[in-house]
């Protein structure tokens, strides 16, 4: 099936709450409206407001009532509209949701999704383009995942609704539209599982999101000009799959990490070190990071300055194979 | 002082009853419960009070980093808490060491915590539904509010069948009233008429800020804007709070959606053990409220009912007894396993925790034991 990240995301939501009457759909706008970006479109008629409500303005609201309602047995699944609203939910997600089958000691798990779109690439306003992702992977007790592709999103959304852990679910709002090929029989692999999306020989080009369609262009790119680029789709930043990782970094021996997200103090940072850590003697070039700049997310005119490019990340392959 | 006219109350702080057209519809709820129920009320604030104190003693002598006296505010925990009903959840903040009791969660339990080997301490499924204590003030009056949502999920309210309905209740305290969360929720739970009960206990300080720096007007008074039912009541009467606590269970119960009770009541002690009120606190304040003592109060009462003295030496004795427990069961507890570090972390598999985890057991087992030749 051929669909956009944004219908694939609309489908696994269906079959999950099809497949799970517990899980509940809930957020700003998501009933009538489907949501600001149409995500959860339909899912109102389909399944009734009992299990798929609009919620008052207020994150925090969203998603400390999200727990209370996960304590009492149900799977919600919370819209957080934009990636620079979530600040307002930060301390429920880092100091309750996270913490709480901890303090539970085992004997209450929280099933609670936040997805959130995330990302640039769409010329919008302040607020509306950040890539939050390194709060919530710094913090034990979350799960953090990020589909790059609509087969992805459809099978991972599916995929979170049904474990037991909360799970942040970071959607590249840039790929929403854009359509790719869904397989609705088989995921292909696990939840938390990285992924070879391109193999080659002389770099390794890691990222997630929306700058997996950059790497991939940057692979072609260098192929023509004799440069054999590996590219790794993360999708999973807590836990990483750093056996992936680490087996490409020893293939090829040189890792650039790319991230829209400032790379300071970053999960760029985390590979970057954990892959000094386990591939050290079969690296032939430090690992070089491509990020957005440690500034505060640009007005839009500026964003593609701001951005990593094809040109910034072709640049960091040129310095990697140069040791 | 705050207790106004608008103060609901069954008992003047001497113990004598009070009768007027507000009060005497709570009266026959409390004219229905029998002598075995008055007296655990009594037996309840008394011994809880005795733990209270040696807690306090655990900690000066070093067993505790902390402790978190609940002293002066037993009446108006009590009484609300043997209002609920056995399926009714109640989202404690962390202070609510005598509905704790009442709802099965010892002392010790609570000590565990504030002893630093757990962070939580029982599990609420097997213990009356009695939630863990929560540290950051506000967040779980959300926690109760989407738990409340639930129930009408589960379409646990307004059943028809009143042995089958279910509401939460969230004690939370006045600095709470200032958090954008306890806003938040109130707003949630308004919205979706969720069947929660807010539960207020004033007790004029925030550590050392003064009640009236979260708010200059009555804080029942909020809950109007909210749309939502309110009563102010006497804190340290826990009749009082027993029969209002009842009413508005019901209201939330059968459909009326969420409502609001603040209890006036007062700490006697400190905030925690790390706490030194003397700094911002007068002595008139303190000898207004030990006059209102919740304790002796009910026992003047119950002694004017012809309760026996030996009901009241027996009850001395349990908590003397109580209290001897305690201090051994504390003395005796053992530090939590290191892999309680890693191990609920998450419920399911995380391979990079688990790695570190072993890397964990297997550095310790390196070190050479005492003993070993």
Redesign the interface.
């Known amino acids: 099936m051929n669909l956009t990240m944004a219908k694939a995301l609309n489908e696994g939501l269906r079959r999950a709450m099809s497949t799970d009457d517990s899980v509940?759909v809930l957020g700003e706008e998501v009933g009538q409206l489907g949501g600001v970006f149409r995500i959860t479109e339909g899912l109102l008629g389909e399944f009734g407001p009992?299990r798929v409500f609009d919620?008052?303005l207020?994150e925090?609201?969203i998603?400390?009532?999200?727990?209370?309602?996960?304590?009492?047995?149900?799977v919600p699944i919370c819209e957080i509209q934009f990636d620079g609203f979530v600040y307002?939910g930060f301390?429920?997600i880092t100091?309750?949701l996270a913490?709480l089958?901890?303090?539970?000691?085992?004997?209450?798990?929280?099933p609670v999704i936040i997805r959130i779109p995330y990302g640039g690439h769409i010329g919008a306003v302040e607020h509306h383009q950040e890539s939050p992702e390194a709060y919530f992977a710094h913090t034990?007790?979350l799960?953090v995942v990020s589909p790059a592709t609509p087969h992805d999103a459809y099978w991972m959304i599916q995929e979170v609704a049904s474990?037991?852990?909360p799970v942040i679910f970071l959607e590249p709002k840039s790929r929403y539209w854009h359509k790719g090929e869904v397989n609705t029989d088989d995921p292909g692999v696990g939840l938390?599982d990285a992924v070879v999306v391109r193999p080659g020989s002389d770099v390794t080009l890691v990222g997630h999101g929306a700058m997996v369609t950059t790497l991939m262009q940057v692979a072609e790119v260098a192929e023509g000009e004799g440069t054999s680029v590996e590219v790794i789709d993360l999708r999973s930043l807590s836990?990483?799959d750093?056996d992936v990782l680490v087996r490409s970094a020893q293939s090829t021996g040189r890792v650039v990490v790319a991230q829209e997200a400032p790379g300071s103090v970053s999960v760029g940072s985390e590979i970057a070190a954990t892959v000094t850590e386990r591939a050290f003697y079969s690296l032939e070039a430090p690992v070089i990071r491509v990020s957005g700049f440690d500034a505060p997310f640009p007005p839009a005119q500026l964003e593609s300055v701001y951005l990593p490019s094809v040109d910034r990340l072709l640049d960091a392959v040129d310095r990697a194979m140069a040791y | 002082m705050p207790l106004s006219k608008d103060t609901l109350s069954l008992l003047a702080p001497d113990g004598s009853v009070v009768h007027g057209e507000a009060h005497d519809r709570y009266w026959p709820v409390i004219d229905a419960l029998d002598d075995q129920t008055l007296q655990l009320m009594y037996s309840t604030m008394a011994i809880t009070r005795a733990l209270d104190y040696e807690a306090g003693t655990l900690q000066r002598q070093g067993q505790m980093a902390l402790w978190v006296p609940a002293i002066g505010q037993e009446a108006c925990q009590v009484g609300s808490a043997l209002a609920s009903k056995p399926q009714d959840s109640i989202f404690p903040a962390y202070r609510e060491h005598s509905v704790a009791r009442l709802r099965g969660v010892s002392m010790l339990q609570i000590i565990r915590m504030l002893r630093g080997l757990?962070?939580?301490g029982w599990?609420?499924?097997t213990h009356n539904n009695f939630?863990?204590y929560?540290l950051?003030i506000g967040?779980h009056?959300?926690?109760?509010?989407?738990?409340?949502?639930?129930?009408s999920?589960?379409g646990q309210v307004a059943t028809g069948d009143a042995s089958r309905d279910e509401a939460t209740m969230v004690y939370f305290g006045d600095g709470a009233t200032s958090q954008?969360?306890t806003h938040?929720?109130m707003?949630?739970a308004q919205?979706y008429q969720a069947p929660v009960v807010f539960f207020l206990q004033n007790n004029h300080w925030a550590i050392s800020t003064p009640v009236r720096v979260q708010s200059r007007s009555p804080l029942y008074q909020r809950a109007a804007g909210y749309g939502m039912p309110s009563k102010q009541i006497d804190g340290n009467d826990v009749l009082i709070s027993y029969a209002v606590s009842q009413q508005m269970l019901d209201d939330a119960r059968s459909g009326g959606g969420p409502q609001f009770i603040e209890a006036l009541t007062y700490r006697i002690g400190a905030h925690t053990t790390s706490d030194d009120p003397t700094k911002y606190r007068d002595d008139d304040e303190l000898a207004f409220w030990t006059e209102r003592d919740p304790i002796a109060r009910f026992r003047a009462y119950l002694e004017s009912r012809g309760t026996p003295g030996s009901f009241f030496t027996e009850v001395d004795q349990q908590a003397a007894d109580e209290v001897s427990d305690l201090r051994k069961e504390v003395l005796a507890l053992e530090p939590p396993p290191r892999g309680?570090i890693f191990?609920?972390?998450?419920?399911?598999e995380?391979?990079?925790?688990e790695a570190q985890a072993a890397w964990l057991e297997e550095f310790e087992g390196s070190f050479v034991q005492k003993g070993d030749s």
Not at chain 2, 350 to 353: A, D, E, G, T, V
Request: without cysteine; charged residues 15%.
């Open positions: 509940l009992q919620t008052p207020a925090s609201g998603v400390g009532t999200a727990i209370g309602l996960a304590m009492r047995g149900y307002p301390d429920q100091s309750q913490k089958t901890a303090r539970y000691e085992g004997t209450l798990s929280m034990p007790g799960r474990q037991p852990d938390h836990p990483i750093w | 757990t962070h939580g599990d609420p499924e939630r863990l929560t950051v967040s009056t959300l926690h109760a509010t989407g738990y409340a949502m639930g129930i999920l589960d954008g969360d938040e929720a707003v949630f919205s309680n191990a609920h972390v998450y419920s399911a995380h391979k990079p925790l």
